[in-house]
T-cell receptor, first 110, second 111 residues
Framework: KQEVTQIPAALSVPEGENLVLNCSFTDSAIYNLQWFRQDPGKGLTSLLL?????REQTSGRLNASLDKSSGRSTLYIAASQPGDSATYLC?????????FGAGTTVTVRA | KAGVTQTPRYLIKTRGQQVTLSCSPISGHRSVSWYQQTPGQGLQFLFE???????NKGNFPGRFSGRQFSNSRSEMNVSTLELGDSALYLC??????????FGPGTRLTVL
């Protein structure tokens, strides 16, 4: 059974600092890994998708890496802003289903 | 392109009742998945449909069921509601194994 873990569970940083969010998974037989953002009481917003054959994806201030062999992914957010405050979730796709981590709740202090 | 839409957005039911939630995927997406989100259990997979066929099902009791129509719209049904069914129910659509796009969710409260 796939287990997805996210560390840390919560993070508070001053505005302008870079964020590093970690995700690990136990079964490497995945199709892809996706990072999402969730604001309180809302649905999930897709941030980045990394296919299993890829090592990295970038979008603006976001960069995500994937090391499938070690079962790890890292999301980097450069120059954080108060608007980046949210819960960030990683999820791996296998057998047509996403398995999610519990998320990292980020607070960016102005 | 319109995003994933879910109706209704909020529901209040009492124990023992049944409920039907609806999801309309992004145009052209044929895969629709359902997830339950609770503070204690996080996000858990319910089921996935592709071209009206259920391809995978999560570990939920038989009270939870779903279906997909020929236009890719999907519904999920929960019968004999229990207090523990109170949750945010999220629907996602995708084109193959590409990015999964989520709707805003239906907030179900069971009293």
């Amino acid at each position: 059974k796939q287990e997805v873990t996210q560390i840390p569970a919560a993070l508070s940083v001053p505005e302008g600092e870079n964020l590093v969010l970690n995700c690990s998974f136990t079964d490497s037989a995945i199709y892809n890994l996706q990072w999402f953002r969730q604001d309180p009481g809302k649905g999930l917003t897709s941030l980045l998708l990394i296919q299993s054959s890829q090592r990295e994806q970038t979008s603006g201030r976001l960069n995500a890496s994937l090391d499938k062999s070690s079962g790890r992914s890292t999301l980097y957010i450069a120059a954080s802003q108060p608007g980046d405050s949210a819960t960030y979730l990683c999820a791996v796709l296998e057998d047509y289903k996403l398995s999610f981590g519990a998320g990292t709740t980020v607070t960016v202090r102005a | 392109k319109a995003g994933v839409t879910q109706t209704p957005r909020y529901l209040i039911k009492t124990r023992g009742q049944q409920v039907t939630l609806s999801c309309s995927p992004i145009s052209g997406h044929r895969s629709v998945s359902w997830y339950q989100q609770t503070p204690g259990q996080g996000l858990q997979f319910l089921f996935e449909y592709f071209s009206e066929t259920q391809r995978n099902k999560g570990n939920f009791p038989g009270r939870f069921s779903g279906r997909q129509f020929s236009n890719s719209r999907s519904e999920m049904n929960v019968s004999t509601l229990e207090l523990g069914d109170s949750a945010l129910y999220l629907c996602a659509s995708s084109y193959g194994t590409d990015t999964q796009y989520f709707g805003p969710g239906t907030r179900l409260t069971v009293l």
